[in-house]
C-alpha cells in the first residue's frame, strides 16, 4: 500500500521544454489534486479531478494541462515550461464524499522538484 | 476568494516549552485543516476540524467559527517536532473539497 507516488522526484528543463509529472494512487479515492509550492506563497491548486474523466481548473491553471487517466492516476503536463514554473509540485487525494475509511484529510505525494533554465 | 493567515512565520522554542500557531481566515468556511511539513518536504495532514477541539498525542487544534479562527498547540515540544505548520481552509464545492492554504509557520525546537 504505497498511498501516492509521483514521478519523477527531480527534473531539470529549459525554458521551452515539455514534460509529464505522473501521480498515482492506491486508495481508491475519487479526488486528485495538483499543486504548486512557491517560497513565500503556500501551495496553490493547480487543477482538481473529482472522479475519472473529469477535470477543473483551480487557482494557477495557465501554462499546465491534465489528465485523469482512470480512477489511480492524475497527470500534469507542461507543454512549454517556463522558468516561472521552476517549483515544487505535489500530488494529493481524498475520500471527499465517498463513504471509504479515509475521508477526512487530503493524502499527499512526496512532491517533485522542477527547475526550469 | 478566501484569504488564509498564520502567525507567527517563524518560531523557535526550546524543547519542553508550550507552543501556539494562529490560523485566520476571511468567509465562512466547511473546515479547517492542519498540516505538517517535514524538512524532506513531505506533507502530512494532521487534523480536520469544523468545530470545536481535537487532540492527538501531544497535539492540540481548535476551532472558534464565529471568530474565524484556528490555533494548534504542541505541548511538552521535542526537537522533532520542527517543521513547517501549515492551516488551510476547505471550501467543499460540491465536486471536491478546495484549499486555500497560509503561507507556513518554520518551527524550531532547540534541545
Known amino acids: 500500500n504505497a498511498g501516492v507516488t509521483q514521478t519523477p522526484k527531480f527534473q531539470v528543463l529549459k525554458t521551452g521544454q515539455s514534460m509529464t509529472l505522473q501521480c498515482a494512487q492506491d486508495?481508491?479515492?475519487?479526488?486528485m489534486y495538483w499543486y504548486r509550492q512557491d517560497p513565500g506563497m503556500g501551495l496553490r491548486l493547480i487543477y482538481y479531478?473529482?472522479?475519472?474523466?473529469?477535470?477543473d481548473k483551480g487557482e494557477v491553471p495557465n501554462g499546465y494541462n491534465v489528465s485523469r487517466l482512470n480512477k489511480r492516476e492524475f497527470s500534469l503536463r507542461l507543454e512549454s515550461a517556463a522558468p516561472s514554473q521552476t517549483s515544487v509540485y505535489f500530488c494529493?487525494?481524498?475520500?471527499?464524499?465517498?463513504?471509504?475509511?479515509?475521508?477526512?484529510?487530503?493524502?499527499f505525494g512526496p512532491g517533485t522538484r522542477l527547475t526550469v533554465l | 476568494k478566501n484569504e488564509v493567515e498564520q502567525s507567527p512565520q517563524n518560531l523557535t522554542a526550546q524543547e519542553g516549552e508550550f507552543i501556539t500557531i494562529n490560523c485566520s481566515y476571511s468567509?465562512?468556511?466547511?473546515?479547517l485543516h492542519w498540516l505538517q511539513q517535514h524538512p524532506g518536504g513531505g506533507i502530512v495532514s494532521l487534523f480536520m476540524l469544523s468545530s470545536g477541539k481535537k487532540k492527538h498525542g501531544r497535539l492540540i487544534a481548535t476551532i472558534n467559527i464565529q471568530e474565524k479562527h484556528s490555533s494548534l498547540h504542541i505541548t511538552a515540544s521535542h526537537p522533532r517536532d520542527s517543521a513547517v505548520y501549515i492551516c488551510a481552509a476547505s471550501l467543499s464545492s460540491g465536486s471536491a473539497r478546495q484549499l486555500t492554504f497560509g503561507s507556513g509557520t518554520q518551527l524550531t525546537v532547540l534541545p
Open positions: 479531478s473529482a472522479s475519472e474523466g473529469t477535470t
Open positions: 486508495m481508491n479515492h475519487n479526488s
Open positions: 494529493a487525494t481524498d475520500g471527499y464524499g465517498q463513504v471509504v475509511s479515509s475521508t477526512d484529510t487530503q493524502y
Open positions: 468567509v465562512g468556511i466547511s473546515a
